[in-house]
């Protein structure tokens, strides 16, 4: 629905092209007066890469369903007659108009705030590049009035330079907010749907540097994955640490000797160990493993940039001071979420939550009393996108093949195994459990410690919203909705695998009334609402195939702008100017194995959100450049362009 922290993001909301699945052709609202109003839902192609002439609805189903372009096109080529036809069915032509611009990351000066009517001019923390268009996320804020200090993070999806300023950022805010002397925290996880592990560690470990988090995980236990398993980590055992393979493995997933073994301790001896299998409930499992993160190394591949020197605070490279006490006591922080946290943000939530003892405010969910929970998306370890699963197998085949092994041929192929095409699939691959758990987080029943609803007077205006929330915990617990406090299980060994009573939630028989009555906050606010892991083992040189060089905007045909970014030249990183395909959505995935970078607004508007446009970054890479590109000590070419399918 419409937020703030969604707009921020450049993300769409589902009434603007950010629905998952196919809702129907309509969609009706009904009033609290029982009136109804309906509407037909559009489709829009958000992922503006050259069409083709699609003239037919034959034409249609093979591009969008199948993946084939027309016979006649070739999206290749950038001649007038291909620019034309792509344009015509990609996006509106004011789209199209509107990028002609050369993309670079500095075309800007930084910005020093959001510049969104819901969050202050002026953050007293800011990050460096913070922005829409920017690689910062992390901002903070103090209400002096009430002594109360709000980290805000929506994202920990940083790569590059950025890794680095956001982990320095939180440490301002925690410094500056002690030196004003404010006495309470709020950390705002606003649609946050994750990002960086390694990220949401450190950020707690900043808040909590007296306590190692568990952040245990474990996969399934199955012929394959004991066949890519035992094959990668003995190849990776196998390495010297002056080999570049030793330092661009050190945190795939199929590497078991460098994480701890929980049950231990100490760094699983072999892939065996970690493989176990273990029985529940019917299916086998491997042991539970923890992160090494006393491993620089491991931190600096498990990040995904190896030219980014990155550690984790309070562990090895990165060491907090001896007997280091947390800035803030647990009682003191509470945690502000909208239910749209997943991934890192939930991890992130149940360290601050279930280790620290840190109580959770969730806002939002529908008009009925009873318990919300905050962290609502999947709570896995480790997404993990075919493409990348591809890239593995076709590295460990390469291994099996050197080494004469008949299990080379023990996946099925996979350029036939489908019968749609895939712009892009990702699974969960490893469960995040508790310790001395068995049964997965994302089964968990994880009420907040009390849930508000958002009003007119907080909706866009966050100042009023972080005083509503803090006021609920600290002073006003009768802020809270009712029968939603007592179902947390907040720093306490018990989870929660049943959820409420099926009699918790009621009714309000006038939700406005309701709404009305309620105090939201000291502080004044707006008259009017605004309508306004993932550490992988990536594909070396990927998406590098068919790619053209620029100049300038002339130079590149319709769905795609001339963008600088820094690539692998000559053995040295540096700028160069590339023809890369638009994409509309911040951060979604993109068929070159990249992320979309955003860069200015699209100047159109789809639903109640302006559209911003920008680029297909290429995929990041955990490899050195000047390395090469074949495993060590196999005498075999280099593995095959991940299949983007």
């Known amino acids: 629905m419409l937020s703030a922290a969604q707009d921020i993001q450049g993300l769409l909301n589902v009434f603007s092209g950010g629905a998952t699945f196919y809702p129907g052709d309509t969609i009706t609202f009904t009033f609290e007066n029982g009136t109804k109003l309906s509407d037909r839902y559009l489709a829009i192609y958000n992922d503006p890469g050259p069409t083709g002439p699609l003239e037919t609805g034959g034409d249609f189903y093979n591009f969008f369903v199948l993946g084939f372009y027309p016979a006649s096109f070739d999206p290749n080529q950038s001649d007038d007659t291909n620019n034309s036809s792509a344009s015509s069915s990609a996006v509106p032509s004011t789209l199209t108009a509107a990028a002609t611009s050369t993309a670079t990351s500095s075309a800007s000066p930084t910005p020093l705030s959001w510049n969104n009517t819901a969050y202050p001019d002026t953050p007293d923390v800011a990050q460096a590049d913070l922005g829409t268009y920017g690689g910062g996320y992390v901002s903070g804020y103090f209400l002096n009035s009430t002594s109360t200090s709000v980290l805000s993070i929506p994202s920990f999806d940083e790569y590059g330079d950025a890794v680095n300023t956001f982990q320095s950022t939180i440490g301002q805010f925690i410094t500056k907010s002690k030196a004003a002397g404010l006495r309470k925290v709020v950390i705002d996880l606003q649609q946050n749907v994750g990002g960086q592990s390694l990220l949401a560690i450190d950020a707690f470990k900043q808040f909590f540097p007296n306590i190692d988090p568990f952040v245990g995980s474990r996969m399934r236990a199955h012929p394959s994955a004991n066949v890519m398993g035992k094959t990668m980590t003995g190849y990776w055992d196998s390495l010297n640490d002056t080999d570049d393979d030793y330092y661009f493995l050190a945190a795939n997933a199929w590497v078991a000797t460098d994480r701890i073994n929980a049950n231990t301790g100490r760094n699983f001896s072999s892939w065996a160990e970690f493989f176990g299998p273990n029985l529940y409930n019917g299916d086998n499992f491997t042991n539970t493993q923890r992160y090494n993160l006393s491993s620089f190394i491991f931190d600096v591949a498990a990040i995904g940039n190896e030219d980014v020197a990155f550690a984790v605070y309070g562990y090895g490279a990165n060491p907090a001071p001896p007997n280091a006490a947390p800035p803030y006591a647990a009682e003191d922080i509470i945690i502000l979420s909208d239910g749209i946290c997943d991934s890192s943000c939930a991890l992130f939530m149940e360290m601050m939550h279930h280790e620290a003892g840190v109580r959770v405010v969730v806002a939002g969910g529908k008009p009925s009393t009873g318990p919300m929970q905050a962290p609502s998306g999947s709570r896995g370890s480790r997404s993990y996108a075919t493409y990348v699963l591809d890239a593995n197998i076709d590295f460990i085949q390469l291994l099996l093949a050197d080494q004469n092994s008949p299990e080379v041929n023990f996946l099925p192929n996979r350029t036939q195994a489908l019968d749609v095409d895939v712009t892009f699939a990702s699974i969960n691959l490893f469960d995040q459990v508790r310790k001395g758990e068995t049964i ?173 446009q920008g680029f297909c970054a290429p995929a990041a890479n955990t490899q050195k450049c000047g390395t090469g590109t074949t495993p060590g000590q196999v005498n075999v070419g280099p593995p095959p362009p991940a299949k983007m399918r």
């Open 440 to 612: 997965p987080l994302q089964f968990a029943y994880e009420a907040a410690d009390c849930r508000i609803f958002y009003t007119p007077q907080t909706a866009y205006n966050y100042t009023a919203l972080w005083q509503y929330a803090a006021d609920a915990i600290w002073n006003k617990p009768n802020l809270c909705v009712q029968g939603s406090t007592g179902f947390a299980t907040t720093g306490t060994n018990k989870t929660n695998f049943v959820g409420p009573p099926s009699g918790t939630p009621g009714t309000f028989s006038n939700l406005t009334t309701h709404l009305s009555t309620l105090n939201t906050s000291s502080i004044p606010h707006l008259t009017s609402l605004n309508d306004g892991i993932t550490a992988d083992f990536r594909p070396r040189n990927a998406g590098t195939s068919n790619v053209k060089s620029c100049n300038g905007p002339s130079d590149c045909s319709d769905g795609f702008l001339c963008s600088t970014v820094n690539t692998c030249q000559g053995g040295k990183v540096g700028p160069s100017s590339q023809c890369l395909p638009k994409c509309f959505v911040s951060l979604a995935p993109c068929r070159n194995g990249g992320k979309c970078q955003l860069q200015s607004a699209a100047g159109a508007a789809v639903g109640s959100q302006q559209l911003q």
